[in-house]
Structures are given as structure tokens and as C-alpha cells.
């Protein structure tokens, strides 16, 4: 149980090009997704908290008009990045956290298999 | 926010070694779990482990939560087990988002 995926696993896309990457839960529901960046060698930055039915919470220092996240149901989440450039190649990484009160009160994360993304 | 330092950076071990990783945070938190990074990227729920002591098989884990600390024991450490090792920890309260470690490079050599 708990799986996440995400698609698509790699990207190649020229500047100035949108991408839309999705994020789903496959055997539970998820009021709340989690994006993420990872830089090679590095840890794991939170990007945005993606709520269902809500406007996503960005954090400091993230481009809520350059990474637009919708949470369009109880298991999607999509992240598109728009006019995207070079600097943007990274990996992405979501994650969701099952609705409380559906996972005997555990606040655990399930995380997606990322997707890598190259801007040329 | 919360930060989160993981050690050491690097570990080298032979194969059937044990070791033992540590994970502290900068404040108190109740929420947090362990990860294990593959080379392809996924990450692997480890524990989830907010306070007290579980196992799972070679691998095992404690969170001292009044101390801001928390470790996970790998025994008989095998090849398989090699990849990055991050814990990640945040409060219980709003979406309850969680602060990724600097993470700790495990390499099992036979």
C-alpha cells in the first residue's frame, strides 16, 4: 500500500517550453502534496505545499508564477513549470501524506519516484 | 525553520559491518521519519519514528525526542544497503511539512 507515482519519470525540453509533471496517490487519498527539488548531491528543498481545493503554499524564495501547482482532486496533484530555462534541470519530487484520521494518526509521508528534468 | 544535520557525511563499511547514523534537529519535532535515497532517486519510507524505539529487520531506529535527536542502527550491513540515508522532521501542526536532513552516503563494499 501507500504508492505514489509520477509522470513523467524524465523530460527534455527547450528553453522556454512549459512543463506539466503529475503526481498521483494510487491506493489512498491525500489532502495535502508535498514538491520538492533535489540538486545532484544534495538534499531534498520543499518547493510548495499542494493542498486539495485550495491555492498551493510556496515557499520562500519559490516562484508561485513559475512553478504553478494545482490539487485538482483527493489523489493529483500536477506541477508545470512554465517557461522553463536551463537553471530550472533538476529533479522533482512529490510526495503525499494519506487524510488524518485515515492512517491511525501518523503524519508519514509517501514519496514518488521523481522526475528528472533537463532544459537545453 | 527547523534545521536538520545529519552524521557523518560519508560512511564507508565493509560488507557485515554495523553502524550507526544520527540525525539532530535544531528544535523539537514530532514528526519524522527515515529514508533510504536508491541510486535511481526513489525514496524508501524507512521508520516513521516521532519518539521510542522500532525495528525492522537489520535496520532499526531511536528518536529521543526531549534531546532533539535521533538515530538509526543498520546491522550486517550488505551491499544493497548502500545509497543515501536522510532523515527529515517537522511539527504536527499545519500541513505538517517536514525539513530534510544534509543526508548520510552509505557505501557497503564486499
Known amino acids: 500500500g501507500a504508492v505514489v507515482s509520477q509522470h513523467p519519470s524524465r523530460v527534455i525540453c527547450k528553453s522556454g517550453t512549459s512543463v506539466k509533471i503529475e503526481c498521483r496517490s494510487l491506493d489512498f487519498q491525500a489532502t495535502t502534496m508535498f514538491w520538492y527539488r533535489q540538486f545532484p548531491k544534495q538534499s531534498l528543498m520543499l518547493m510548495a505545499t499542494?493542498?486539495?481545493?485550495?491555492?498551493?503554499?510556496?515557499e520562500q524564495g519559490v516562484e508561485k508564477d513559475k512553478f504553478l501547482i494545482n490539487h485538482a482532486s483527493l489523489t493529483l496533484s500536477t506541477l508545470t513549470v512554465t517557461s522553463a530555462h536551463p537553471e530550472d534541470s533538476s529533479f522533482y519530487i512529490c510526495?503525499?501524506?494519506?487524510?488524518?484520521?485515515?492512517?491511525?494518526?501518523?503524519?508519514?509521508?509517501?514519496f514518488g519516484p521523481g522526475t528528472r528534468l533537463t532544459v537545453t | 525553520g527547523i534545521q536538520v544535520e545529519q552524521s557523518p557525511p560519508d560512511l564507508i563499511l565493509q560488507e557485515g559491518a554495523n553502524s550507526t547514523l544520527r540525525c539532530n534537529f535544531s528544535d523539537s519535532v514530532n514528526n519524522l521519519q527515515w529514508f533510504h535515497q536508491n541510486p535511481w532517486g526513489q525514496l524508501i519510507n524507512l521508520f516513521y519514528i516521532p519518539s521510542g524505539t522500532k525495528q525492522n529487520g537489520r535496520l532499526s531506529a531511536t528518536t529521543v525526542a526531549t534531546e532533539r535527536y535521533s538515530l538509526l542502527y543498520i546491522s550486517s550491513s550488505q551491499t544493497t544497503d548502500s545509497g543515501v540515508y536522510f532523515c527529515?522532521?517537522?511539527?504536527?501542526?499545519?500541513?505538517?511539512?517536514?525539513?530534510f536532513g544534509t543526508g548520510t552516503k552509505l557505501q557497503v563494499i564486499p
Open positions: 527529515a522532521g517537522g511539527l504536527s501542526g499545519g500541513y505538517q511539512k517536514v525539513t
Open positions: 499542494s493542498n486539495e481545493g485550495s491555492k498551493a503554499t510556496y
Open positions: 510526495s503525499a501524506r494519506p487524510i488524518p484520521g485515515t492512517s491511525g494518526g501518523s503524519y508519514e509521508q509517501y
